[in-house]
């Protein structure tokens, strides 16, 4: 398996980004014909890739009026450049005066030495499969078993553990590099930071549940935050204050009021249907409401 890194996705053209995720992660060409109409070998290829770019796949996609897939979503993750503490992508500084200073002493230390930390590594990995293969292999597994047990809880949605499985080589991969002595890491540390990349993750997608479902409940909750207060007519009692005492409804959703101190809507089933679950299987994302608890089911 090859590492393949591309730069700025932002420039790439939005309505062929659609195609292309789903091609390299599935590590195939397109099936073409020849000249004479039979059909030519198909190109296949096993590698990871990383992607940087200003601007996430969602909000590419976007551009060309189309809708990032759950599909699309865990082949091509996003992850904020963002380490969180105030130094752009840094978490600490080794002793450098800014993250500028070490950006730049990394750019030409790169430059110097490209490729001598990769020979090194794939040298000792090499003569290590050639000793033992078994056992290299065992180790491989115990480190992305160990990845999976540490950092996706039981019951997370098939989507995101073949995410986490990808993340896991990489994350045993940095291991073995850390005992070949390449690194310079203590052990584990490999393990926590690409750790830390699959909770970002997790946390900007909302949860462990699969993407539809994760996308259902934004979208119902982004639909009551627009209309909740226009297009819902409110069937409070009369002697509530707060209510308008003439309410003016257009282009009615529903209907909205308030049990016990909280809020509820009772939107239509056209409604439901056709605006709040528009793109989505609508019977799945009602499912996907109610078992994240925002669903009172009805007697029948």
């Known amino acids: ?101 070490l950006s730049d002493h990394l750019s030409a230390a790169s430059h110097t030495y490209c490729g001598t930390a990769g020979r090194a590594y794939l040298e000792q990995l090499a003569r290590e499969r050639g000793a033992d293969p078994d056992a290299l292999v065992s180790t491989l597994r115990a480190l992305c078993q160990r990845f999976l047990d540490e950092h996706v809880r039981p019951g997370a949605d098939g989507q995101v553990r073949s995410v986490a499985k990808r993340l896991a080589v990489t994350a045993a991969a940095g291991e073995l590099a850390t005992a070949y002595g390449i690194t310079g890491w203590p052990e584990g540390e490999a393990l926590n930071r690409v750790g830390a990349c699959i909770k970002a993750w997790l946390d900007a997608r909302g949860g462990a549940g699969a993407g539809e479902d994760m996308r259902a409940l934004k979208q119902v909750r982004a639909f009551i935050a627009a209309h909740g207060a226009s297009r819902f007519e409110r069937i409070d009692d009369d002697d509530d204050d707060d209510r308008p005492k003439e309410q003016r409804v257009i282009n009615r959703a529903g209907w909205t009021q308030l049990i016990a101190g909280k809020r509820e809507y009772l939107i239509t089933a056209d409604c439901w249907r056709d605006e709040v679950c528009r793109g989505l299987n609508a019977a799945r994302a009602a499912k996907a409401v109610d078992e994240a608890g925002f669903l009172l089911r009805g007697g029948d």
């Open 1 to 101: 398996m090859q590492a393949l890194t591309l730069d700025e996705i932002s420039q790439a053209n939005a309505r062929e980004m659609d195609q292309v995720v789903y091609m390299l992660a599935n590590n195939a060409g397109k099936a073409r014909a020849n000249r004479e109409g039979g059909s030519r070998r198909q190109r296949n290829w096993r590698t990871l890739f990383l992607s940087t770019g200003e601007i996430s796949l969602e909000a590419k996609l976007l551009e060309a009026g189309q809708r990032v897939r759950a599909g699309q979503d865990v082949r091509m993750i996003g992850l904020a450049a963002d380490a969180g503490g105030g130094r752009g992508v840094w978490q600490t500084l080794h002793g450098f005066s800014s993250g500028a200073a």
